[in-house]
């Protein structure tokens, strides 16, 4: 993959996972049933986690191109 993919999938992941998080607390998708507001953290959290880690990824790298 090149360093402006990592860096723009990267940047879509990061803000689909911090949307995801704001809007759970925002509509209180934490007071789902049991399983699913587990599985919603869950792939909002590695969504934003995958997403800041392949942004920095692309960083680094296109810093290294130059």
Avoid: C, Q, Y
Avoid at 26 to 47: H, K
Wanted: charged share 10%; net charge positive.
């Amino acid at each position: 993959m090149s360093s402006e993919f990592k860096l723009g999938m990267g940047s879509l992941l990061s803000t689909f996972g911090a949307l995801g998080i704001v809007l759970s607390m925002i509509l209180e998708w934490t007071a789902a049933p049991r399983p699913w507001g587990f599985l919603l953290g869950f792939i909002f959290g590695v969504a934003a986690g995958v997403g800041v880690l392949l942004s920095i990824t692309g960083l680094v790298e296109f810093r290294n191109r130059i």
